[in-house]
């Protein structure tokens, strides 16, 4: 592998570093250590900025928020304690996120990238969202270059594989997925400085898929739960998401929308955020064609504005309404 | 003899933490990177074994020196090269090429002169390593 003198080589310049450390280790326990300033190093660290957008542009999730938050805290006391010279060891960061279909978990996973890097923790702080299909193979020995493949994009960022439990197919003994996880815990335990993954799904399925890999189980520091929005908040995110594209709902239509959404959470199939935006969309379709029908001339207000007739046509409103009492939340039931 | 060929090659032998800061500035240009075996450091010997496929979207050095520690496991005692391409249009070639492992002895090259009609001499290399069969070499 390496010739002798160069393997030599890094034996010193290993055994000064360790030597180094313990000098400052032990001065540091010796004298009064130099008091750091916390508050500034957050300043510093480009983190505040990032929570607070994350703050304003994920609306509810506090939970998260907070999870968030105090990972963030627990990596600038570890760049602290080594600045001092305490000995730290590595946090582990792979998590594990659980919700519903569009509760927000990718888009934490790429906020999350983000911060990570503006801590130091990784070193490039981009996200590689994966599926089962990018990972397992289909034919003896097509899973192992295949997932190598997708680690190696990821190395220093994020790992993002969605809906992780279809990597393990209890039915199927032979099933080339265990071969996948394999590879995944490997790198997980051997590569902690290089990348951190995140695993996300669905809360039940993920459960019983850690339950049959407790290698994932104790690998995974962090489990962040996302609950559903309600409705309050998913008016929020519409507004959001219309801010966004310069739309607005006038009054009228804020009030379709609102019963819009409390008959379409109960229906199945609803996934949060993203029916709100397939929603909008729909109903930008719908101005856009009211527009071109009646023609003539229009201000840059009408171009923006949606208006109740817009929310009001689609087929939800033609069905009989909610039986009562009108759920806010639909059950888990409803759903899957 | 030692050989020398490609990107640095009359600097003394890269340490890893050298080479990954090459691998980055390649990544940093863009170019995909690969890595190359051979037992028969020949000159005109310009197409080497790969070792996987080329690596495209790659972030991180991190991910090729995994690759090449693999390579340099399996086969501790072959040239092993680190090149980058570039692929875009107008360009597209090796921008870089460094020899990141080597076998402990290098034995070189023969010279042999073949005498012709009228005094002319032609000249060929042989490496004495190829006259081992491949697998065999610089064991």
């Known amino acids: 592998m390496t010739s002798p003198a160069r393997a030599g080589r890094q034996t010193a310049t290993s055994d000064e570093a360790r030597a180094s450390v313990q000098a400052e280790a032990s001065s540091a326990q010796s004298a009064p250590a ?101 990972l397992v193979g289909q034919y003896v020995g097509h899973t192992a270059p295949k997932t190598k493949e997708v680690l190696k994009k990821a190395m220093g960022g994020v790992l993002f594989i969605d809906e992780a439990y279809y990597l393990y197919r209890p039915e199927n003994e032979r099933d080339y997925g265990q071969e996948a996880i394999e590879m995944l815990l490997t790198v997980m335990e051997n590569n902690r400085d290089d990348i951190v993954v995140v695993l996300a799904g669905y809360k039940e399925r993920m459960e019983t898929f850690f339950h049959s890999n407790p290698g994932f189980h104790s690998r995974v520091a962090h489990h962040l739960d996302f609950p559903d929005y309600s409705v309050d908040e998913l008016m929020a995110i519409a507004d959001l998401m219309l801010e966004h594209q310069h739309y607005r709902l006038d009054d009228d239509a804020r009030q379709a929308f609102r019963e819009y959404l409390e008959r379409r959470i109960p229906q199945p199939h609803f996934a949060n955020a993203r029916s709100v935006r397939n929603a909008l969309d729909r109903a930008k379709l719908r101005q856009a064609s009211r527009l071109v029908r009646n023609g003539g001339l229009v201000t840059s207000d009408e171009l923006a504005r949606i208006d109740e007739s817009d929310v009001r046509q689609s087929r939800l409103f033609n069905e009989p309404p909610p039986p009562s009492p009108p759920p806010t939340q639909g059950t888990s039931a409803a759903r899957v | ?96 090429s460094i020899i990141v492992n080597r076998p402990p002895e290098e034995p070189g090259f023969h010279l042999e002169r073949e005498g012709g009609p009228d005094r002319q001499m032609r000249y060929t290399l042989r490496s004495y390593a190829a006259d081992k069969p491949s697998g065999e070499r610089y064991q």
Not at chain 1, 70 to 91: F, M, N
Not at chain 1, 97 to 103: I, L, S
């Open chain 1, 34 to 134: 130099e008091p750091v300033d916390v508050s500034a190093t957050y300043a510093d660290s480009n983190v505040p900025a990032l929570l607070d957008e994350l703050d304003s542009q994920l609306v509810g999730l506090k939970p998260v928020k907070d999870r968030v938050r105090e990972i963030a805290s627990l990596l600038l006391i570890a760049r602290l304690r080594e600045r001092v010279g305490l000995e730290t060891e590595r946090p582990t960061l792979h998590m594990s996120f659980t919700g519903r279909a569009g509760t927000g978990k990718t888009t934490v996973a790429m906020r999350m990238a983000t911060i990570l890097h503006h801590l130091g923790y990784i070193r490039k702080g981009h996200l590689v969202v994966a599926t089962r299909d990018d």
């Open chain 2, 1 to 96: 003899m030692r050989i020398t060929q490609g990107t640095f090659s009359y600097l003394p032998d890269f340490t890893d933490d050298q080479i990954e800061a090459q691998v980055q500035y390649c990544l940093d240009n863009g170019w995909p990177l690969l890595i190359e075996y051979t037992d028969d450091p020949h000159p005109r010997n310009i197409l080497w074994e790969m070792w996987g496929m080329p690596m495209f979207d790659i972030k991180d050095p991190t991910a090729i020196m995994l690759e090449l520690n693999a390579c340099r496991k399996t086969l501790p005692r072959h040239y092993i090269r680190i090149s980058g391409y570039d692929r875009s249009l107008g360009r597209a070639s090796t921008m870089l």
